[in-house]
């Protein structure tokens, strides 16, 4: 997919009746002018029929008097790898351990170059890794608690890269359980033993 965004074409002698924008000599798209157009701003086009390689593209524009034709600009079309990448999991307890990995496939011609991850607590976006060999993927140990959006970004030998889709993870504290009675290794009468103590539990749990 190519994006051009505003074409401008003025005429300095006659009127503007046509624009075409050409790869090579195939045309992509034209437009067509109403009469005593002497100048000339297109709407942002897409091309999304662009296939694989070199393309050269030029403008050519037609007035009363003849046409000219813009000078031509090389582009390359790639496509980037392709990437999946997943968590063990999207809740855990504190110190946790996340396992991420991921799947890449590179284009024909092509390698993967290395997969980085990155983990976003809400204020800052931090590389917490970087893989040049497969399998891509390791585990985030000793997580403290927090939300956070976890991302995979792969690059080819190409210099193409691609994002996966984010990956949301909650780590909180985990539970605190205390015995204050009876006391560690103290005798007690009677079948029926009383344990009192104190449990702690992360916010918004019971």
Request: glycine share 6%; net charge negative; no cysteine.
């Amino acid at each position: 997919m190519l994006v051009f965004d505003e074409l401008r074409t003025t005429s300095l002698v006659g009127t503007l009746t046509l624009i075409e924008i050409l790869d090579g000599t195939t045309l992509i798209t034209s437009f067509t002018l109403p009469p005593g157009t002497t100048s000339y701003t297109s709407p942002t086009y897409t091309w999304t029929t662009a296939t694989l390689g070199s393309h050269t593209l030029t403008v050519k524009a037609t007035n009363s008097q003849g046409t000219t034709r813009s000078l031509p600009t090389n582009v390359q079309v790639f496509v980037p790898p392709t990437l999946t990448f997943t968590t063990s999991g999207n809740f855990f307890f504190t110190p946790a351990t996340i396992a991420l990995t991921s799947v890449v496939t590179p284009v024909p011609a092509t390698s993967i170059w290395r997969v980085e991850f990155f983990a976003h607590n809400g204020v800052t976006n931090t590389k917490i890794n970087s893989d040049a060999f497969a399998p891509y993927g390791f585990s985030w140990i000793n997580v403290a608690a927090g939300n956070y959006v976890l991302t995979a970004v792969v690059s080819d030998t190409q210099g193409l890269f691609i994002t996966s889709a984010p990956v949301s993870v909650t780590v909180v504290n985990n539970v605190s359980i205390q015995i204050a009675a009876p006391l560690n290794g103290s005798n007690v009468s009677g079948d029926t033993v009383l344990v009192t103590g104190t449990a702690i539990t992360p916010s918004n749990s019971a």
